[in-house]
């Protein structure tokens, strides 16, 4: 089984003109966390917002899922409607659902999403009960039947749910399972830079980020150097797999460099792009398929997402 673990969250999403980006003050093309404030006053400015599950770890696990491979989800909610609107859409994926519930009166996580004519998305996340994620409420028994831990770096913004990934690596590795991370934001590397840098020579062996969030990481303004360095200090990674949006993605395995062209598409909505390419690579892993046939049906799955607006599309794959 693959485990991935994140920030439970239901995204509301919305189509907006680009000026929108100004007059509501976001921070384009980011994650930004906000506070209940801003959060409602972000909601109050959507005219017909999609309500739909979302949580970058979380779409990686229903579609890896989707896929048919073997996943769960670990994140935390709140006993109300958004909570049970994410909980049945994990159910309905048919992933083993390792939610747990947050027993403080609190909000399940919400996460308002901009969608410019670009198809660009802007993330506004309030994390709510999510923040609240520790390390009692890890499934050890299942951490130590997985093959795969899939961690969300968007976890390293609160210390409790920092513990828990933490945690959750350490026993899974001391349990023979294999470690991956998502980088997931420039602005979350950018916070962490040393202690990521730390816990991926440590503990990780798979890399999943996009170039910008790989630069970020070594302060690099080129790609190929940040590849370079990457190669001569991380011996320990077996893979990294470097997204590079429209043209595709770059993985060093085996001490060889691979590239894939991304599949053609029309972006309607770029939210969940990197997530579902994620779990279509590990769900090839997951199947011992070669690099080439997880690479291609990572570059389907991120297409066929980011063709239609949020991260549940309707039509088949
Ligand atoms: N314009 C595009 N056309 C086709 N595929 C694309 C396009 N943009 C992104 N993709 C696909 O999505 C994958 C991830 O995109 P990208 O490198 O932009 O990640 P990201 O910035 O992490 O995405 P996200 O918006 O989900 O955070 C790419 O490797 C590619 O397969
Ligand atoms: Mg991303």
Redesign the pocket.
């Known amino acids: 089984m693959i485990i991935c673990i994140g920030n439970a969250l239901v995204d509301s999403l919305e189509q907006i003109e680009e000026s929108k980006i100004n007059e509501l003050n976001l921070n384009k093309a980011r994650m930004t966390l906000v506070e209940k404030d801003r959060s409602n006053f972000l909601l109050s400015n959507m005219n017909n917002p999609v309500y739909e599950a979302g949580g970058s770890a979380a779409n990686t696990a229903y579609w890896i899922s989707q896929l048919g491979g073997e996943a769960g989800f670990i994140g935390k909610i709140s006993n109300d409607d958004l909570g049970e609107q994410f909980q049945s859409s994990l159910k309905d994926s048919g992933l083993k659902d390792l939610t747990v519930f947050e027993d403080a009166d609190n909000q399940t996580g919400l996460c308002a999403i901009f969608i410019t004519p670009d198809g660009e ?1 802007t993330m506004n996340t309030y994390l709510g009960a999510g923040e609240h994620l520790s390390v009692e409420d890890l499934d050890n028994d299942e951490l130590e039947k997985a093959e795969i831990v899939y961690m969300e770096g968007y976890l390293w913004d609160k210390p409790s749910s920092k513990d828990a990934f933490l945690k959750a690596a350490k026993h899974n590795k001391e349990t023979g399972g294999k470690n991956a991370i998502s980088l997931s934001d420039v602005f979350c590397v950018d916070l962490h830079r040393d202690s990521f840098i730390e816990f991926i020579k440590n503990d990780i062996d798979y890399v999943f980020c ?1 170039e910008d969030e790989l630069n970020s990481l070594f302060q690099s303004d080129s790609t190929n150097s940040s590849i370079q360095y990457f190669i001569e200090n991380f011996h320990n990674v077996e893979q990294l797999i470097c ?4 043209e ?2 770059l993985i060093l395995a085996n001490d060889e460099e691979y590239s894939f062209r ?4 029309i ?1 309607k909505d ?6 579902f ?1 994620a779990a279509g690579y590990l769900y090839g892993l997951q199947k011992k398929l070669s690099i080439n046939e997880s690479a291609e049906i ?2 389907k799955s ?2 066929y997402v ?1 063709s239609e607006i949020g991260v549940r599309p309707k039509k088949t794959f």
Do not use: C, E, Q, Y
Not at 262 to 265: E, K, L, S
Not at 270 to 275: L, Q
């Open positions: 998305r996009n997204t590079l949006g429209p595709g993605v991304a599949t053609d598409t972006v770029k939210t969940g792009a990197g997530d390419f990572a570059n991120a297409a980011i």
